[in-house]
């Protein structure tokens, strides 16, 4: 049954939800089999855009239902508990969109961008976000200026290399802030991590033992992706059941050095950081897993096995790219993980240790075999990188998109 045969809206908003109602009845059990493949890509992409018109409707009137607080005539002790209740939405879903309905009112060019589906609602999130967990000393125009630079960004990558740049945005936009509060951001919570730690064992008597640990970020990183090497040398997967069985064997198989390659690389993590942290200063550090480290713990991994430090120059370029050969070497596949940060392929998020050392101009063609010449793509890209029937194009940003011949 339509909405509009059991409620007669006068409202323009509630008027189109249910004419979007009454369209939706009536298109709904078409068949798709006379749609093009053309006209498939283009509608799945406006589907999407239209979705994030809807949900920018939705959070709309939310946040216009919590000011009315339309919840208190059935006692409901939220706006957001009552809509919950009303559609079968979990409580904490519902208040995570009553939150970014909020939020999206303060952060109105974030609203207006969802409402005209140049953003997903997932976007819009990890931005208002990013800015609202600006510390309360940034002055209202760097917070302007970093909303601005997110909101650009987002025409480009997805909500979570958004909340990604978010973490850091004081760098871009207001450095001389962003250095100083982002070592003291953490610092803190590597504190807090060494406070956390934890490990519990607890052997059950017939063979089996069951054990928790809490870690650090950086740590935890060390640890999954040497097991991550592991499993994928003995041909295991990554669900818990493999990665049980790479855990045992990595107990088995440690010092460091007896793990094997991933990637052509040694399971051990990479830290890439300027050479002004190394001597000490105040810039943070980030492992080739992604995870920020303070300038104090990457000068202390520096120094220590199974990390290899990577130093940057002035223009963050890898200083030692290694000799020049037939296939690259350890010293060339690190330097183009740590800027590549995986499979360069549009969409694919292979980690840089799964991950094959492509000449972007062929070997046999003349070309080098160096960090220029070079990226990185999975094996299945790699596959397609040199097959005929595939045309590779190249983004400025390093990304590589592949199209079908016709």
Same mark, same amino acid.
């Given at each position: 049954? @339509?909405? @509009?045969?059991?409620? @007669?809206?006068?409202?323009?908003?509630?008027?189109?939800?249910?004419?979007?109602?009454?369209?939706? +009845?009536? %298109?709904?059990?078409?068949?798709?089999?006379?749609?093009?493949?053309?006209? %498939?890509?283009?509608?799945?992409?406006?589907?999407?855009?239209?979705?994030?018109?809807?949900?920018?409707?939705?959070?709309?009137?939310?946040?216009?239902?919590?000011?009315?607080?339309?919840?208190?005539?059935?006692?409901?002790?939220?706006?957001?508990?009552?809509?919950?209740?009303?559609?079968?939405?979990?409580?904490?879903?519902? *208040?995570?969109?009553?939150?970014?309905?909020?939020?999206?009112?303060?952060?109105?060019? /974030?609203?207006?961008?969802?409402?005209?589906?140049?953003?997903?609602?997932?976007?819009?999130?990890?931005?208002?976000?990013?800015?609202?967990?600006?510390?309360?000393?940034?002055?209202?125009?760097?917070?302007?200026?970093?909303?601005?630079?997110?909101?650009?960004?987002?025409?480009?990558?997805?909500?979570?290399?958004?909340?990604?740049?978010?973490?850091?945005?004081?760098?871009?936009? *207001?450095?001389? #802030?962003?250095?100083?509060?982002?070592?003291?951001?953490?610092?803190?919570?590597?504190?807090?991590?060494?406070?956390?730690?934890? &490990? %519990?064992?607890? +052997?059950?008597?017939?063979?089996?033992?069951?054990?928790?640990?809490?870690?650090? @970020?950086?740590?935890?990183?060390? &640890?999954?992706?040497?097991?991550?090497?592991?499993?994928?040398?003995?041909?295991?997967?990554?669900?818990? $059941?493999?990665?049980?069985?790479?855990?045992?064997?990595?107990?088995?198989?440690?010092?460091?050095?007896?793990?094997?390659?991933?990637?052509?690389?040694?399971?051990? /993590? /990479?830290?890439?950081?300027?050479?002004?942290?190394? #001597?000490?200063?105040?810039?943070? *550090?980030?492992?080739?897993?992604?995870?920020?480290?303070?300038?104090?713990?990457?000068?202390?991994?520096?120094?220590?096995?199974?990390?290899?430090?990577? #130093?940057?120059?002035?223009?963050?370029?890898?200083?030692?790219?290694?000799?020049?050969?037939?296939?690259?070497?350890? *010293?060339?596949?690190?330097?183009?993980?740590?800027?590549?940060?995986?499979? =360069?392929? =549009?969409?694919?998020?292979?980690?840089?240790?799964?991950?094959?050392? $492509?000449?972007?101009?062929?070997?046999?063609?003349?070309?080098?075999?160096?960090?220029?010449?070079? %990226?990185?793509?999975?094996?299945?890209?790699?596959?397609?990188?040199? $097959?005929? +029937?595939?045309?590779?194009?190249?983004?400025?940003?390093?990304? =590589?998109?592949?199209?079908?011949?016709?």
């Amino acid at each position: 049954m @339509s909405i @509009s045969a059991t409620h @007669s809206p006068r409202h323009p908003i509630a008027s189109l939800v249910a004419r979007f109602h009454d369209e939706l +009845d009536d %298109t709904a059990d078409r068949p798709l089999w006379s749609m093009s493949d053309d006209e %498939t890509r283009h509608t799945l992409i406006q589907a999407a855009r239209l979705v994030a018109r809807l949900q920018s409707l939705e959070l709309k009137v939310a946040a216009h239902a919590d000011r009315n607080q339309v919840g208190d005539a059935s006692g409901a002790t939220s706006t957001s508990v009552w809509w919950a209740n009303a559609t079968r939405m979990t409580q904490r879903e519902a *208040a995570r969109k009553m939150k970014l309905a909020k939020a999206l009112e303060t952060h109105e060019p /974030v609203g207006q961008a969802l409402a005209a589906g140049d953003v997903l609602v997932d976007q819009a999130s990890a931005l208002t976000d990013a800015v609202d967990a600006l510390p309360d000393t940034v002055q209202p125009e760097v917070r302007t200026r970093a909303r601005d630079y997110l909101l650009e960004a987002a025409a480009h990558y997805d909500a979570r290399a958004l909340r990604i740049q978010g973490r850091r945005i004081l760098d871009v936009v *207001a450095p001389e #802030v962003g250095e100083e509060e982002e070592a003291r951001q953490l610092a803190r919570e590597e504190a807090l991590a060494e406070q956390k730690a934890r &490990l %519990t064992f607890h +052997d059950d008597g017939h063979g089996l033992t069951y054990g928790r640990f809490t870690l650090g @970020s950086a740590e935890a990183d060390m &640890l999954r992706k040497a097991i991550h090497a592991v499993a994928k040398a003995n041909g295991l997967g990554l669900d818990p $059941h493999g990665m049980g069985l790479a855990f045992g064997d990595y107990v088995r198989r440690y010092p460091v050095d007896e793990l094997p390659t991933a990637g052509g690389v040694s399971a051990a /993590v /990479v830290v890439t950081m300027t050479l002004e942290t190394l #001597v000490g200063g105040l810039m943070s *550090a980030q492992l080739d897993t992604g995870t920020m480290i303070s300038p104090g713990l990457a000068r202390k991994l520096a120094c220590e096995a199974g990390v290899i430090p990577v #130093v940057l120059g002035g223009r963050s370029e890898v200083l030692d790219v290694g000799r020049k050969r037939r296939f690259h070497t350890k *010293a060339q596949r690190i330097a183009m993980a740590v800027r590549d940060k995986g499979c =360069v392929a =549009v969409g694919c998020e292979r980690p840089g240790s799964w991950c094959h050392a $492509h000449h972007l101009i062929p070997w046999s063609e003349g070309g080098a075999t160096s960090v220029a010449n070079g %990226t990185l793509l999975c094996p299945r890209h790699h596959t397609l990188a040199h $097959h005929q +029937d595939y045309e590779l194009t190249h983004h400025p940003d390093g990304r =590589v998109a592949f199209t079908r011949r016709e």
